[in-house]
T-cell receptor, first 115, second 110 residues
Framework: DAGVIQSPRHEVTEMGQEVTLRCKPI?????LFWYRQTMMRGLELLIYFNNNVPIDDSGMPEDRFSAKMPNASFSTLKIQPSEPRDSAVYFC?????????????FGPGTRLTVL | RKEVEQDPGPFNVPEGATVAFNCTYS??????FFWYRQDCRKEPKLLMSVYSSGNEDGRFTAQLNRASQYISLLIRDSKLSDSATYLC???????????WGAGTKLIIKP
């Protein structure tokens, strides 16, 4: 079975450009998470969707960040305009059901570099 | 104080040795605890959940001390393949929120 799929795997862009990261969760999982990981701040939750509805976006750094989940099999995280401090690895994770004890399955991540 | 604290390491350990890490958490209401493993430039993967009575999975033993608010992970007979960063994870105030430690880096040497 395919795991969580993310694209692109690497993205290098210039400051001010729009960046769109994509995620396909595991089929049947109804919880989806976007995380950002940096050396300085570790793994941070950006936004959580349940049944395609954003439940908690308090981790989204600022208005430059937006996320959508138009259907159960696709989500995007957009940064517009991008800044060098956005450079990080962005992970998408999905989880079956809403039980906290259910494992979160992570995608391979998108390594973003903003020059 | 960070919500979940871990010694960043690195822990340099000879192959075959036993190594233990601790992790402390600040939210006394936390109910769920996990250890995830993250290999270099890879995604985190669940290693094991941590149960109140302690639990073991092969060479790995996890324990929870609620009174002192810490979680431990013990690795026996360490293998070269155990080299990774181990992330301590604790649930926050909601049923979906997980708080992630910064990780402890483990290097197993031959």
């Amino acid at each position: 079975d395919a795991g969580v799929i993310q694209s692109p795997r690497h993205e290098v862009t210039e400051m001010g450009q729009e960046v769109t990261l994509r995620c396909k969760p595991i089929s049947g999982h109804n919880s989806l998470f976007w995380y950002r990981q940096t050396m300085m701040r570790g793994l941070e939750l950006l936004i959580y969707f349940n049944n395609n509805v954003p439940i908690d976006d308090s981790g989204m750094p600022e208005d430059r960040f937006s996320a959508k989940m138009p259907n159960a099999s696709f989500s995007t995280l957009k940064i517009q305009p991008s800044e060098p401090r956005d450079s990080a690895v962005y992970f998408c994770a999905s989880r079956p059901g809403t039980s906290l004890n259910n494992e979160q399955f992570f995608g391979p991540g998108t390594r973003l570099t903003v020059l | 104080r960070k919500e979940v604290e871990q010694d960043p390491g690195p822990f340099n350990v000879p192959e075959g040795a036993t190594v233990a890490f601790n992790c402390t958490y600040s939210n006394s209401a936390s109910q769920s605890f996990f250890w995830y493993r993250q290999d270099c430039r890879k995604e985190p993967k669940l290693l094991m959940s941590v149960y109140s009575s302690g639990n073991e999975d092969g060479r790995f033993t996890a324990q929870l001390n609620r009174a002192s608010q810490y979680i431990s992970l013990l690795i026996r007979d360490s293998k070269l393949s155990d080299s990774a960063t181990y992330l301590c994870v604790v649930n926050g105030g909601s049923n979906y929120q997980l708080i992630w430690g910064a990780g402890t880096k483990l290097i197993i040497k031959p």
